[in-house]
C-alpha cells in the first residue's frame, strides 16, 4: 500500500516517523499523469474540531474541548481521554497544550478532565514580534534555516523568503499590476510574468521543493499555484486554485503541497499579510501545525491537497487546515476544522 508521505507529523514534539526520500518533482501540467483519485476510505464531519495527534496507530482529536479517542480506520469517535503520552501542541483557532497529566475526577460525577487549557503562558508563545522591525535574515541565515529544516525531515513552509540554489535569495516585491518573484544577492533577476494581483497580499509566497530544483508561488489575493525553475525563474506550469488562495507547506518527501483558499480578501487593508511572527516552542519546527496556527494568515473556506508528482489537486477540503498525520498502515488523516478524511494516494506516475 503507499504511504502517505507526509514526513513525521509535526504537531508532536517527538519524532514519530520515519523520513521519506525526497521525490523530484514532476514536469508541466498536462505530461503523463496518473489520474486515479486518492481513497477516501472515511470522512467524518466535525464542526468542533480544533486539533489532531497521532502517534503510531493511536490518534486523539479535540473536539469541543474535549480529548477524543479516533478510530484511525473508521474516524469513529472513542471515549473522553487523558493525555499520557507528555506533552503534545494542537494546532487550533486558539493553539491549545495539553499536559501529560493522569486523569483525575473533576465533577461530582467523576468525569475525567482532559488537561487541555489554552497556550497562555508567554514563555510557551511570546508576543508577536513584527518582522519588519528587524533587520532581514540575510541569504546565510535563510539557508542555513532551509538546510536544517530538510536534514531534520520537517516540513518546508511557504515563506517570505526561500534561497536560491545558486545562492542569494527568492523573494516577492509587490508592483501595482501585481507580485513579481525576484532573486536577490549575487545577480539579480526578476519573473517575466507577475502572479496575483495588485494591492495588499500574503508575504508569505514561496516555497521549494527539497530537491531544490523546483519552487512554487501563491501571491494572495490569486488564484493559482504557480512551479518555476529556481535558477533562471521559468515559469513551469500553473494549477488553478479557488481565489483568494495562499500556501501552506511542501511536505518533507517532496510530494505534497498544502494550500489554502476560497478567503474573502480585504477592501481596507493597507499592508501585507504575514508580517508578524511568534517565537515557537523548543522542539516545535517552522513549519509544524503550531507554527502555522499561531502565523498570522488570510481566512480561507477550503483546504487544498496538491500531489506535485503528477501535478494535480487530488483532494479539497471544506474548512481551514488543522493536521496532517501518517499512519502505520500508509494512509493519512486529514483535518480541517469542519472534517476529518482518510485519505490514500496512489503511487506517483512512472514517467
Known sequence: MPACPVGRPLLLLAALVARAAAAAPAGPAGTAADDRPPEVAARVELAGLAGLACEGDRCLALVDGRLRAVDPLTLALGEEQAPTWGHHLFAAPAPTLLDGCEATPSSPDGTPETCARPLADPTLAPAPVPTDRAAPPSPDQVARAWNQARASGDRLPFAARVPAPDGGLLTTVREPQGHRVMRIGGAARFMDATLGAGGPGYRRALALHPTGREAYAVAAPGSALVAFDPRDLGIRWILPLRPVAH?????????????????????????????????????????????????????????????????????????????????????????????????????PSSP
Do not use: K, M, N
Open 247 to 347: 500556501g501552506l507547506f511542501v511536505d518533507p518527501t517532496g510530494r505534497l503541497l498544502l494550500a489554502e483558499e476560497g478567503g474573502e480578501p480585504d477592501p481596507d487593508a493597507l499592508l501585507d499579510l504575514g508580517a508578524q511572527e511568534r517565537h515557537l516552542p523548543a522542539g516545535a519546527a517552522p513549519g509544524s501545525d503550531l507554527a502555522l496556527a499561531l502565523a498570522e494568515r488570510p481566512d480561507a473556506a477550503s483546504t487544498a491537497v496538491i500531489d506535485l508528482a503528477a501535478p494535480r489537486l487530488v483532494w479539497r477540503e471544506d474548512g481551514r487546515y488543522l493536521s496532517l498525520q501518517a499512519l502505520p498502515d500508509g494512509a493519512c488523516l486529514l483535518a480541517t476544522d469542519r472534517a476529518l478524511v482518510r485519505l490514500v494516494l496512489p503511487p
